[in-house]
Each structure stands twice: as C-alpha cells, then as structure tokens.
C-alpha cells in the first residue's frame, strides 16, 4: 500500500559558530604529511619464458612494517607496470597471472624466500622483471550419487601438502553449469582434493571421507591431471525457492532460519541452521533428520513462516528424512511504501536535504528503532519497504523547528 504525507516545516533563528586550532597545529600538520611523504615509484615488466611479454599479469606491492598497505597494477601488452605515490619503506611485490605460477622478487616462488626492496624518500625503481613459469593444472567434474547427474555450484578446494600430510595452502573454485571444474597455475606438488555442496555429504578424492584417507593427486608442472572427479552422496535437507507473491520473480539474498519444532506452546528457538537464496532464488540447508520450523524474509517483504503463517507457534512442522531433500517454497506479499514532500511553511518553497523519520507506533513505543531518509530536489521523500503497521512520521531540517505530521 503506498501512502503520501506532505510536512511543513517552520523557520528559525539559526546562530553559527566557528573555531580555531590552536597554535602550533598547521605546523604539527605539515610535519605529518612530510614524514609520510608519498612520492616513490616502484616499475618493470613481466614476461614469459620465453621473454615474450604478458599482458594482464597483476602485480601487487606490499609495504612491510607500519603502516602496512598492498597496491596492485596489471602489466600492459609490452609486460610493462607501474605503481606509484608509494611511501619510504620496505616492500616485497608478487606477480600473478591465469595459468602462470606465482612469482615474488627477486624470482622467489616462495612468499618465505622474496626479497624485499627498500625504497628512499621519493626513490624511483623501474627495473623489477618478473619471467612466470606456466603452472600445472588438475581438472574433474563433480557429479550426484548416480555419476551422470552434474552437480553444478559445487565446491572444490585443493590443499598442498608438506611433510608430514599436513596443508600448506589452499585454491578453491566452482564447479560449472555441466558440473566441470579446472584448478590451474599449480606448482610441482602433492594435493588433496575435497568436493562439497550444500545438501550433499562432502567427499575428498578418492571417495574418502576424512583427509587422512584421501587419495594423493600429483602434479608435475606444466603438466595437466585430469579426470578427477567426484559423486557426492545426498544429504538430508531443506531446500526451495523465494518468490515475490505479486509477480512471483525469484528473489535473491533472502534469509531462510531454520529452527528445531518444538512441542506446541514451547516457544523455545533452537536453531538448526540459516542460509541465503541465490540469484534466482534458490536456497538448500543441510541439517539432520528430525522436524523443523522455517521462517523467510527479505528486504521489502513481509517476513513469513511456512506455510503462509504468521508466527512460529502457527508455523507448518517440516518432516526431513535420510538422505532426502525437503521442498519448503515461500512467496512473499512486498511492504509498503510512504512518500510525501517536505516544505517550507511561510514560502511554499521545497526543501531539500531534510531528515526524515518514520516510527512503527505499535512497536517502537520510546522510538528507539526507526526508518530514515533524506527529501530530494523539491523536496520530494520515499520510504519502500515498510513492514505492515501505523507509523509516527517525523521531520526536521536545518534552520527549521522540527515537525511531526499531523
């Protein structure tokens, strides 16, 4: 429902003041911007093995000590990059790019063995060259139990191993549309491999469900692994989709609260679990065989328990069993809106910049919890999104006595 209110609002003597620094302060102030003067200049360029340059590689610059800072330039088609505006210090700088294993200065893979370059008051250093090896790659796919059924959106993280099996880093990506998924840039190395999703029971490679039990994936640079793939048992869940009830579009970012059903008249909340629907609405929440109460919201909806109530006592039960997903779908009814214009009483005249607060009446009796906004170019201001209820609606703006509507 939309409703508009116009306030008008009163003038008033306004007084201004001013102050002053005390003395000594612009001189404390200029010292300041001296001793961090920023005027150095760190450069170079990136290439190949082969010294043929590379485009769009990212090179990044770390100051060590206080402050501590990291700037980031990408090498032009002649390999060439450069940062600026850089404080005295010590740095370490990094190169990066698709498919190419990280490089640090001086020709370090290893952020443990970099080097580190101390630049002076307004030093200029150009000469930093960077030759990146192409890295290694393992590649899969990642399908439901049945091994034909892709699993797209699905996790995979690669962990390096030291000695002993223990994990030193870590790349994560997604799994594609067809359930395929590509790690690259891969250093010579063991790894670890582990595919999860949400409503499916994580798995390392080979069909290992701890890390101590997983089979070692090696990669010898620039060679690709390929063919590791994964099938993720189902996992007991509540799934659904999020929908506007008047146009019934998905709607994306909204909250699911999922909490153990209690007996009725106990209004305990145990959470099990909450999550958040994706573009296109879509939500899934891995939780235990049992029985669940599931609430939905989201910014300019009504917020509402399955199936169409109002409150959790009144809520529907959802029965989840082993290994199955539990549709729980909600479409919810939008709020309101409240708009008017702001003016000035003896003119007419708009005004612009005004604060504007709407307090719910039933709800926020001491109006310590409100709305705000700012009125527009002719005064004109808009709430969207406003729960159901009566609203206490608030005015005021410099040189102005404040009003309430009505």
């Given at each position: 429902m939309k409703k508009s209110i116009n306030l008008i609002l009163l003038p008033v003597l306004l007084l201004t003041g001013g102050f002053a620094f005390a003395d000594g302060w612009d001189d404390r102030r200029d010292d300041w911007r001296n001793y961090y003067d920023a005027g150095s200049v760190l450069g170079g360029q990136v290439f190949d093995e082969s010294s043929a340059p590379l485009l769009?590689?990212?090179?990044t610059v770390t100051r060590i000590g206080v402050p501590s800072f990291s700037l980031s330039d990408t090498s032009n088609d002649a390999g060439a990059w450069r940062i600026g505006n850089l404080m005295p210090g010590a740095y370490m700088v990094k190169a990066e790019k698709e498919e190419y294993l990280v490089q640090y200065y001086d020709h370090s893979e290893s952020l443990l063995q970099a080097g580190v370059?101390?630049?002076?008051?307004?030093d200029t250093v150009i000469n930093i060259v960077f030759h990146l090896k192409p890295g290694g790659a393992i590649s899969g796919a990642v399908y439901m139990a049945d091994g034909i059924t892709p699993l797209a959106k699905a996790e995979v993280a690669l962990y390096r191993l030291g000695l002993?099996?223990?994990?030193?880093?870590?790349?994560?990506?997604?799994?594609?549309?067809?359930g395929l998924y590509r790690l690259n840039g891969l250093a010579t190395g063991n790894y670890l491999?582990?595919?999860?999703?949400?409503?499916?029971?994580?798995?390392?490679?080979?069909?290992?469900?701890?890390?101590?039990?997983?089979?070692?994936?090696?990669?010898?640079?620039?060679e690709e692994k390929t063919g590791i793939h994964f099938t993720l048992d189902q996992a007991s869940a509540?799934?659904?989709?999020?929908?506007?009830?008047?146009?019934?579009?998905?709607?994306?970012?909204?909250?699911?609260?999922?909490?153990?059903?209690?007996?009725?008249?106990?209004?305990?909340?145990?959470?099990?679990?909450?999550?958040?629907?994706?573009?296109?609405?879509v939500y899934t929440l891995s939780v235990p065989p049992g029985q669940y109460r599931v609430s939905a919201e989201a910014y300019g909806y009504a917020a509402e328990w399955f199936d169409n109530a109002t409150a959790m006592d009144l809520a529907t039960p959802v029965t989840v069993t082993v290994g199955m997903h539990?549709?729980?779908?909600?479409?919810l009814a939008a709020w309101g809106s409240l708009s008017g214009h702001v003016l000035d009483a003896v003119t007419g005249a708009p005004i612009a910049g005004a604060v504007i607060r709407v307090y719910n009446e039933e709800k926020n009796l001491h109006r310590q919890r409100y709305f705000q906004t700012i009125s527009k170019d002719g005064g004109f201001y808009v709430f969207t999104g406003l729960p159901s209820g009566r609203y206490v609606v608030e005015a005021q703006a410099e040189g102005y006595v404040k009003e309430y509507w009505q």
């Open positions: 769009d590689a990212v090179i370059i101390n630049l002076a008051h307004k002993p099996r223990r994990t030193e880093s870590v790349k994560i990506t997604r799994t594609d549309a067809a491999l582990k595919a999860s999703r949400e409503g499916y029971i994580a798995e390392y490679y080979q069909e290992a469900t701890a890390g101590n039990e997983a089979d070692t994936v090696t990669v010898n640079a620039p509540i799934t659904g989709i999020i929908t506007a009830e008047a146009t019934g579009a998905p709607i994306p970012n909204a909250w699911i609260a999922i909490y153990e059903a209690s007996p009725v008249g106990d209004n305990r909340r145990t959470v099990a679990g909450h999550a958040r629907s994706d573009q296109l609405g539990s549709p729980v779908d909600f479409a």
